[in-house]
Nanobody, 114 residues
Framework: QVQLVESGGGLVQAGGSLRLSCSAS????????MGWYRQAPGKQRELVAH???????NYADSVKGRFTISRDGAKNMVYLQMNSLKPEDTAVYYC????????WGQGTQVTVSS
């Protein structure tokens, strides 16, 4: 069964840090570049970071230098370390594959207070 489960969100003050985790089924993890997306209220879902099976990473300009994506192949896990958080980072965060996305998980809420 293809499944994505995100966790690690919460309420944090501006300048703080959070580490998000995503558990993916072996099927989706093995065939995909994995990405972290976010959707703020009233806005479209956007890709903020992705990582290939070989470990190549890429980031949206808005998070570059603050966020770090990583993956653990042995555990089928993807992580997003978020530092220097800003109020505009407030959103629901999701993970998914880029080439063959699965049904979206429930996401994890990140709220950054000013």
């Amino acid at each position: 069964q293809v499944q994505l489960v995100e966790s690690g969100g919460g309420l944090v003050q501006a300048g703080g840090s959070l580490r998000l985790s995503c558990s993916a089924s072996r099927l989706i993890f093995s065939i995909n570049t994995m990405g972290w997306y976010r959707q703020a209220p009233g806005k479209q879902r956007e890709l903020v970071a992705h990582i290939t099976g070989g470990g190549f990473t890429n980031y949206a300009d808005s998070v570059k230098g603050r966020f770090t994506i990583s993956r653990d192949g042995a555990k089928n896990m993807v992580y997003l370390q978020m530092n220097s958080l800003k109020p505009e980072d407030t959103a629901v965060y999701y993970c998914n594959g880029l080439e063959s996305p699965a049904r979206w998980g429930q996401g994890t809420q990140v709220t950054v207070s000013s």
